[in-house]
């Protein structure tokens, strides 16, 4: 199934310390009516332009879409893999949603969808209720960091002495999907980076363990999506956020075999379909008549 072809809009959104966040806009036709808003939060490295192909999807079942740009990634400002204080990812969903809030009409539906790291700032979010969204949908969330002893070591002293020194984030672009063009696209990619620094490292960390262990009194509905072949997080802390959180309230699916970017995959389709049975159970289609009993 092939989607067809949106042409997003950028611009950017000044934060409330003078850094620009650059913004990404998938609109819906004016002739199309409006299910709901997705904001997409992307993941350590990388920006919001490579999930256009979600965003296109999103758009034909009637989802206007925004990606951003997090702090220090893409083309927004700050240094590579730098956070200047550890709140500063949530800070900017929020103050992204608040804005976003502003254009939409009142009532509309707004859904966070995060990948990676972008799934674990969405994730966080959500657990600390910073702001009201209908519904959340984490992708290979970094709820399981999967760190070595070493790496635990130097989180445990470096954020004190160094936090915003820069290392090699550890991602191989082989493991991120089975489609070589997509491995290829990756690495080519002028707007991806591989730096990670000690305060970033540390919040991954903090945030990981805090996110799971606040499942149990979960009250948005979430659908988490994970990999069970994922090389870049470790999809035990999907697993275990899963078998705490409330069944009525969290989907869990896990595709076996699959490697980190579900909705760049050889094969997507079968994450597309979850992904779309479970907005449709939630967010009308106003396109449908909807049956009388």
């Known amino acids: 199934m092939t989607s067809p072809v949106t042409d997003s809009t950028l611009s950017t959104y000044t934060a409330s310390d003078g850094d620009n966040i650059a913004l990404q806009d998938w609109a819906l036709p004016d002739d199309v009516a409006l299910r709901g808003m997705v904001i997409v939060v992307h993941g350590l490295g990388e920006h919001a332009g490579r999930h256009d192909a979600l965003a296109n999807r999103l758009n ?21 893999g730098r956070l200047p204080t550890p709140m500063r990812l949530l800070d900017d969903l929020g103050d992204i949603i608040d ?14 969808l995060g990948h990676s790291l972008g799934g674990l700032v969405a994730g966080r979010f959500v657990s600390l209720n910073l702001r009201p969204v209908q519904g959340l949908v984490m992708s290979s969330p970094a709820l399981d960091p999967g760190l070595s ?44 980076h591989d730096r990670v620094s000690g305060r970033m490292g540390r919040f991954i960390a903090d945030a990981s363990a805090a996110t799971v262990a606040s499942a149990r009194t979960w009250t948005v509905p979430t659908l988490l999506l994970f990999a069970g072949d994922d090389r870049v997080v470790n999809p035990a802390g999907s697993r275990a956020f899963a078998a705490a959180a409330p069944p009525g309230v969290v989907r869990t699916k896990g595709f076996e075999g699959l490697y980190h970017e579900l909705f760049n995959e050889a094969d997507p389709e079968p994450v597309y379909q979850v992904l779309k049975r479970w907005l449709d159970e939630r967010f009308a289609d106003p396109a449908r008549p909807t049956r009388r009993p």
């Open 60 to 80: 034909s079942w009637g989802f206007a879409v925004r990606g951003y740009d997090q702090y220090g990634h893409g083309e927004s400002g700050g240094g590579r």
């Open 99 to 112: 804005s976003t809030r502003l254009r939409l009409p009142a009532g509309t539906p707004l859904i966070l």
């Open 149 to 192: 002893p070493l790496q635990k070591l130097l989180l445990a002293t470096l954020p004190r002495i160094a936090p915003n020194l820069a290392v090699g984030n550890g991602i191989d672009p082989t493991f991120l999907s089975h489609d070589p063009e997509v491995v290829a696209a990756y690495r080519r990619d002028p707007r991806v």
